[in-house]
């Protein structure tokens, strides 16, 4: 029988609800602080689904495969990635021989959280993507130890519930993210500088172009898929804009519009009960008939062959 999930989003309440619950602390639905190990209830987060919040995850050992925003990373002992509100994020299952190494810290915050917290995450990952194309971080020791301090007293302060926890844990927070955050800008300038000293910056300005048209796409394919609107929006034609996404990702720039509305398309027929002609309606496609014509193009099968295999 097809596993239900109503909604592509998932917030701190989906979290909570798919992890463990001894192994959370948490503050109402706007922040929580996990320890995860691996069991077979962590293959409910197989499939894509788009972050109504923010997430930092922790390597403690093992490692784990992440796709975020259809770009794939692996997550190592000692790592740690940051995810951001509207972020397309998929985790790959764990290989079940290495299972009993799996262990990682997991700290999800909602965006009104991260708001009062005067935090802007996606500031912080687009001043640094871009120069060091990853959002992985391999923490120093010193940071490390830093962030298992931080981590065990906001444990300890929330559990206990006392007078004014939340504003005490908001603190402990805000200081941990400044720390992470001085270790990533830091690797940002290491890397501006090498840059400097003679690496071609306009294969960076590219780049830039790049994660700035992926961006795009993340937040309006459901609503636009012509390369007129995203060239328009980047003050570029759509034939220079198209070169460019191809020689630096190696991929058209429809192919890329394309697996984004794919990925929400296959993920509403598999698991959602969400009529087709709905699907058709949040994708916005004018009729079923192109939905079925263009679903059929890419995968081969139509949408109802597709739900039902």
Same mark, same amino acid.
């Given at each position: 029988?097809r596993?239900i999930q109503?909604?592509?989003?998932?917030?701190?309440?989906?979290?909570k609800?798919?992890?463990?619950?001894s192994?959370?602390?948490d503050?109402?639905?706007?922040?929580?602080?996990?320890?995860?190990q691996?069991?077979?209830?962590q293959?409910?987060f197989?499939?894509p689904c788009?972050?109504d919040?923010?997430?930092?995850?922790?390597?403690?050992?093992g490692?784990i495969?992440?796709?975020v925003?259809l770009n794939?990373?692996?997550i190592k002992?000692?790592?740690?990635?940051?995810?951001t509100?509207?972020?397309?994020?998929?985790?790959s299952?764990?290989e079940?021989?290495?299972?009993e190494?799996?262990h990682?810290?997991?700290?999800a915050?909602?965006? =009104?959280?991260?708001? !009062?917290? @005067?935090?802007d995450f /996606?500031r912080?990952?687009? +001043?640094?993507?871009?120069?060091l194309?990853?959002?992985?971080?391999?923490l120093t020791?010193?940071?490390?130890?830093i962030?298992?301090?931080?981590l065990?007293?906001?444990?300890?302060?929330?559990?206990?519930?006392g007078?004014l926890?939340?504003?005490?844990?908001?603190?402990?927070?805000?200081?941990?993210?400044s720390?992470?955050?001085?270790q990533?800008?830091?690797?940002?300038?290491?890397?501006?500088?090498m840059? =400097?000293?003679?690496? !071609?910056s @306009?294969s960076n300005? /590219?780049r830039?172009?790049f +994660?700035?048209?992926?961006?795009?796409?993340?937040?309006n394919?459901?609503?636009?898929r012509?390369?007129a609107f995203y060239?328009d929006?980047?003050c570029?034609?759509p034939?220079y804009?198209?070169?460019l996404?191809?020689e630096?990702s190696?991929?058209?720039a429809?192919?890329w519009i394309?697996?984004?509305v794919?990925l929400?398309?296959k993920?509403?027929?598999?698991y959602s009960?969400m009529p087709?002609?709905?699907?058709v309606?949040?994708?916005?496609?004018?009729?079923?008939?192109v939905f079925?014509?263009?679903?059929?193009a890419h995968t081969?099968?139509?949408?109802?062959?597709?739900?039902?295999?």
């Amino acid at each position: 029988m097809r596993t239900i999930q109503e909604n592509f989003e998932v917030n701190i309440r989906t979290i909570k609800e798919k992890l463990p619950k001894s192994s959370q602390i948490d503050i109402d639905e706007d922040f929580c602080l996990m320890d995860i190990q691996y069991d077979k209830r962590q293959e409910n987060f197989g499939y894509p689904c788009r972050l109504d919040g923010n997430v930092m995850l922790f390597c403690i050992s093992g490692s784990i495969g992440l796709s975020v925003n259809l770009n794939d990373y692996e997550i190592k002992e000692g790592e740690l990635i940051i995810c951001t509100d509207g972020d397309i994020v998929k985790v790959s299952r764990p290989e079940t021989s290495g299972a009993e190494s799996w262990h990682f810290v997991m700290l999800a915050m909602s965006h =009104r959280f991260a708001s !009062d917290l @005067r935090i802007d995450f /996606k500031r912080i990952l687009n +001043e640094g993507i871009i120069p060091l194309n990853t959002p992985v971080i391999r923490l120093t020791e010193t940071v490390r130890e830093i962030l298992g301090d931080h981590l065990k007293l906001i444990a300890k302060i929330a559990s206990d519930k006392g007078e004014l926890y939340k504003d005490s844990v908001r603190s402990l927070v805000s200081s941990l993210v400044s720390v992470l955050g001085s270790q990533w800008f830091a690797e940002v300038g290491n890397m501006k500088a090498m840059n =400097r000293a003679g690496k !071609d910056s @306009r294969s960076n300005h /590219k780049r830039l172009i790049f +994660e700035q048209f992926q961006r795009l796409v993340s937040e309006n394919y459901s609503q636009q898929r012509q390369m007129a609107f995203y060239a328009d929006k980047l003050c570029l034609s759509p034939k220079y804009l198209s070169k460019l996404i191809k020689e630096v990702s190696g991929k058209p720039a429809p192919e890329w519009i394309d697996s984004y509305v794919m990925l929400e398309a296959k993920h509403l027929l598999k698991y959602s009960n969400m009529p087709i002609k709905e699907i058709v309606y949040r994708l916005n496609f004018s009729n079923q008939t192109v939905f079925y014509k263009y679903f059929k193009a890419h995968t081969g099968m139509t949408p109802t062959d597709y739900r039902n295999s």
